[in-house]
């Protein structure tokens, strides 16, 4: 989380409107799918899990530090396994998660790096709390 949270903080204080226009536009495609009922939602699971990825990456795009970018990847990639045990219940996280989504967004745009950073870190980690209780 450290790494998510360090990288977010810096793509804030270099990024620009290409970078503003990039987190808007795959906040949108992730939305198409997290705004659908869970059946269908399920269905789409792979196209979520790719435009949810896409969603972090554009949030932390303009960080610099490429190091910091990697390793904040891998760790992203390793909280896969625990997002997916809480998808697999219909009465998971999806409209909670979205409107999380949302308020990250809302921060990272308004360059609120301390909230942007606290969000991010309670999305994470009610996640990772979750999946422990269901495993």
Known sequence: MTFEKRAVREAIEHG???????????????????????????????????R????????????????????RSIMFDQLDRYRFVTKRAPEGLGGRKFEEHSDIMAA??????????SLIEHHFRDTSERAIKLL
């Open 16 to 50: 620009g409107e290409d970078w503003e226009t990039k987190i808007v536009a795959v906040h949108h495609r992730l939305s198409q799918i997290e705004n659908l009922p869970w059946e269908r939602r399920m269905e789409r699971h792979s196209e979520w899990v790719e």
């Open 108 to 117: 990272t745009l308004a360059r609120d790096a301390d909230l942007a950073a």
């Open 52 to 71: 949810h990825r896409e969603f972090h990456e554009a949030l932390v795009s303009a960080c610099q530090g490429r190091w910091l970018f990697r390793l």
